[in-house]
């Protein structure tokens, strides 16, 4: 069956630069996304890989390794406010001739002063 | 702010009641998909709507059903409610059913007695 692991919690200060890793186990693959919910928000989009290599957007950049079923989240130049969850989620067929998305249990980001 | 919009905000119900909760798609997006979010855990797919027809389903029992309309917003209903149903429900619309970027609603907050 489909799978998605990464962390439950990473802490990093102000400033600093994280990864987040998630590994995915899915029968089939359409690409790897990855959000960001702050507490009693929604999930927000925030990039998308379908082609291994890094996709850069302002200080998120985002892996992917087809190969190794790996990708992960950059957050650079950490501020307060990148304080939360982040999911890496994977497309697959739904069954039904549409898809479906398989989120992972999400990693909680603590950025600190 | 995604132009997602769902009601409503919080909903309380005792268990073996049913529920019908409601979404507005984005403009312009055609395929609406709904999760179910427990406290600290990610988002489960339960199906995903595309012009009125189901177009894909998660491990959810058949009393979770839904509808689509032809303005293309999206009812999720709920039967037998069970205290486990006690969970945030995100709808989320994309442009075209194998779209990565989805926009999220703000959710329901359903809590089962």
């Known amino acids: 069956g489909q799978s998605l692991e990464q962390p439950s919690e990473v802490t990093a200060v102000e400033g600093a630069i994280v990864q987040i890793n998630c590994t995915y186990q899915?029968?089939?693959?359409?690409?790897l996304s990855w959000y960001q919910q702050h507490d009693g928000g929604a999930p927000t989009f925030l990039s998308y890989?379908?082609?291994?290599g890094l996709e850069e957007t302002g200080r998120f950049s985002s892996f992917l390794s087809r190969s190794d079923s790996y990708g992960y989240l950059l957050l650079q130049e950490l501020q307060m406010k990148d304080s939360a969850s982040y999911f890496c989620?994977?497309?697959?067929?739904?069954?039904?001739?549409?898809?479906?998305?398989?989120f992972g249990a999400g990693t909680r980001l603590f950025v600190k002063a | 702010e995604t132009g997602v919009t769902q009601s409503p905000t919080h909903l309380i119900k005792t268990r073996g009641q049913q529920v019908t909760l409601r979404c507005s798609s984005q403009?312009?997006?055609?395929?609406v998909s709904w999760y179910q979010q427990a406290l600290g855990q990610g988002p489960q797919f339960i199906f995903q709507?595309?012009?009125?027809?189901?177009?894909g389903r998660g491990n959810f029992p058949p009393r979770f059903s839904g509808l689509q309309f032809p303005n293309y917003s999206s009812e999720l209903n709920v039967n037998a409610l069970e205290l486990d149903d006690s969970a945030l429900y995100l709808c989320?619309?994309?442009?075209?059913?194998?779209?990565?970027?989805?926009?999220f609603g703000p959710g329901t907050r359903l809590t089962v007695l």
């Open positions: 989620a994977v497309r697959e067929e739904g069954g039904t001739g549409g898809f479906k998305t398989i």
């Open positions: 989320a619309s994309s442009r075209k059913t194998d779209s990565n970027e989805q926009f």
């Open positions: 403009s312009g997006h055609n395929t």
């Open positions: 709507y595309y012009r009125e027809e189901e177009n």
């Open positions: 899915t029968s089939g693959f359409y690409g």
């Open positions: 890989n379908a082609l291994d």
